[in-house]
């Protein structure tokens, strides 16, 4: 059974740093693609950084430079390094996975994820 467990948010002043953590098991990483997406009130779901099978990882133009992707496999663990946070970073934050899954470009939106973290809530003052 695949879970996803996020935790790390919390309220930060612009320009300060979170990273955030996702508990990932029943998973094998070397075929499953993997994710971070926000969402705010009244607003979809929006892809913030991905990663490949191999950890290859791309991003969001608007989090790019500032974001970092990263997995910890003998840790069962994602992390999404934010650095340098804007008061528009402002948003519930969910880690994502869907299994027999190599290149995350194909997954197209959200709902081509399947299992995904309770999410954590990250509050930036301007």
């Known amino acids: 059974q695949v879970q996803l467990v996020e935790s790390g948010g919390g309220s930060v002043e612009a320009g300060g740093s979170l990273r955030l953590s996702c508990f990932v098991s029943?998973?094998?990483?070397?075929?499953?693609?993997m994710a971070w997406f926000r969402q705010t009130p009244n607003n979809e779901r929006e892809l913030v950084a991905k990663?490949?099978?191999?950890?290859?990882?791309g991003y969001a133009d608007s989090v790019k430079d500032r974001f970092t992707f990263s997995r910890d496999i003998a840790n069962n663990t994602l992390y999404l390094q934010m650095n340098d946070l804007k008061f528009e970073d402002t948003a519930v934050y969910y880690c994502?996975?869907?299994?027999?899954?190599?290149?995350?470009?194909?997954?197209?939106?959200?709902?081509?994820?399947?299992?995904w973290g309770q999410g954590t809530q990250v509050a930036v003052s301007a």
């Open positions: 994502t996975a869907e299994p027999r899954c190599y290149f995350a470009d194909y997954l197209t939106g959200p709902d081509r994820y399947r299992y």
């Open positions: 029943g998973v094998n990483y070397e075929s499953t693609c």
């Open positions: 990663m490949d099978f191999d950890g290859a990882t």
